[in-house]
């Protein structure tokens, strides 16, 4: 590819620090826009319920196919999170939510604590409920999930300052392609005119700092290692190093059997991992910032899209391009990477098909076993 068109924010490199690979901006999340004080209420709702549908790391599960609404409901959930049940008002925006108004059971803020600690049982303590919601502690600091936001104690009172992280729906296998309805195309074109223009809070970000022990770019710098992966040079936080040759490991299992990933590795022209960077159009830290996330970018045909930001510089619009016309890594590799805690670029509804990235979390959350030994 060429220069990175969507750079992100530049920043000054640490002492001893190679040049900054060029890779994917990966994820640019907008998130929930919230109502402004001195607005009526039912001004800030509107403009909540507009944006908040998709424009917050979607994945494909949720929206096109309209098999996994959980997410969106998960958004839309607030007030009955620690009881047990929750309440969606999804239906008020999209009918086939109505057969999930109401669900029974472990409530978001279990389920995603819990999720939190299983996957990362070297870093989280056990989750607990505390201080009215639940709560892990890591590293001796607790975090409250504070509507999605993990909160520590000090910014449980600001907490309307912050959007919730992704924990978003993540589907099992790529459904098969539809083209989005038209009322969504539409929506999708708003909101990609938008994206930059929109005023959205950003994630506190200090509970993966805490998580990864980066908090700037010298400490990034720390705890980053150099390996060799698919005959390449990258780097990578020490934390997933294991996790990282054994999904090597599988991929080159997978290639001995099958010729498709042996061109896939062949026509493999870039990989790249850590990068000092925020998500594009954000303040909210990237996951190559932590040394969490990989790139693997092949030689690409011109009739393939890998990310859906550089398919809207070539005036396409992005939510039209099918499966077929983007440069998806064969479904082996995908699954090695699954399988070991990483997550796929190419599920969002907003498709980054060269990015992996470390959230054993979300799977876990979506009940995709971790084959892995944790
Ligand atoms: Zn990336």
């Given at each position: ?17 190679p ?32 944006f ?19 997410h ?85 009172g ?15 296998e ?53 390996i ?13 190093l ?15 059997a ?19 960077r925020?998500i ?67 599920k ?27």
């Open positions: 590819m060429g220069g990175a068109p969507f750079p992100g924010r530049r920043r000054t490199a640490a002492p001893g620090a040049a900054p690979k060029r890779s994917c901006p990966c994820l640019p999340l907008p998130r929930k826009p919230r109502p402004k004080s001195g607005r009526p209420v039912w001004y800030g709702l509107l403009v909540l319920l507009f908040a549908v998709d424009f917050c790391c979607f994945s494909l599960g949720n929206t096109e196919q309209g098999a996994s609404l959980r969106q409901a998960d958004e839309f959930n607030a007030s009955d999170e620690t009881s047990g049940t929750y309440v969606s008002s999804l239906s008020l925006l999209n009918p086939l939510a109505a057969d999930i108004t109401v669900q029974k059971g472990p409530s978001r803020a279990e389920q995603v604590v819990k999720a939190i600690a299983k996957a990362h049982p070297k870093r989280v303590r056990e989750a607990v409920f505390k201080d009215g919601d639940w709560a892990v502690e890591l590293r001796g600091k607790w975090y409250y999930y504070a509507d999605g936001r993990m909160l520590p104690e000090d910014l449980r600001n907490a309307d300052l912050y959007s919730p992280q992704p924990f978003y729906s993540y589907p099992d790529l459904p098969e392609w539809q083209p989005p309805a038209p009322e969504n195309a539409a929506r999708y074109a708003v909101m990609t005119k938008q994206r930059r223009t929109s005023r959205v809070a950003n994630r506190a970000q200090s509970f993966y700092d805490d998580l990864w022990q980066v908090h700037n770019r010298a400490e990034a710098w720390a705890q980053q290692k150099t060799s992966f698919l005959g390449k040079k990258i780097l990578v936080h020490r934390a997933v294991e996790e990282l040759a054994l999904v090597e490991q599988k991929i080159n299992e997978a290639a001995a099958d010729p498709q990933v042996r061109q896939w590795i062949s026509r493999l022209e870039t990989i790249s991992a850590w990068n000092w925020d594009a159009d954000t303040r909210t830290r990237s996951n190559h910032a932590y040394g969490t996330a990989i790139d693997l970018l092949p030689s690409l045909r011109s009739s393939q899209e890998t990310y859906w930001l550089w398919t809207v510089q070539k005036n396409i619009d992005w939510w039209d391009v099918p499966f077929s016309k983007r440069m998806n890594p064969p479904n082996a590799v995908i699954k090695a990477f699954e399988a070991y805690g990483f997550v796929w670029g190419g969002w509804l907003f498709y980054d098909t060269m990015h992996f990235e470390y959230r054993p979390e979300i799977l876990l959350l979506n009940g995709i076993p971790l084959r892995g030994e944790y």
